[in-house]
């Protein structure tokens, strides 16, 4: 990774039972809400509608900015700032991507394994939707 930060995105995609995470195949391993990197040339907005796509098959709807998240250290990968999105969707998820599993969650269920920070992005959703 270079001297500067990279953009990325992460969606919280809200279904009727839950939200959605991914299960990731790649490092660093866990389960994480969907998103990935914004590509040159590309909106955030249309970068989370794209991600959330690949990743579980969902169209989304209702995409609203949720926060922006930078601390350094929130990716072991490198500097990574991620603009967060939540949005409504119907329909089954599916695993793609580089996604290798894929599952609806609550507060109360939500895995113990969770990459970035995202345990920390899931807290402050929860703690604002109340």
Sequence with gaps: MSESPYPAVDIIIRTKAGVVLIERKNYPYGWAIPGGFVDYGETVEHAAVRE??????????????????????????GHIISIVFTATATGAPRASSDAAGIGVFTKKTLPKQIAFDHKKVLKDYFRRIK
Excluded: H, I, Q
């Design 52 to 77: 959330a796509l690949e990743e579980t098959g969902l169209r989304v709807k209702n995409l609203k900015l949720f926060g922006v998240y930078s601390d350094p250290k929130r990716d072991p990968r």
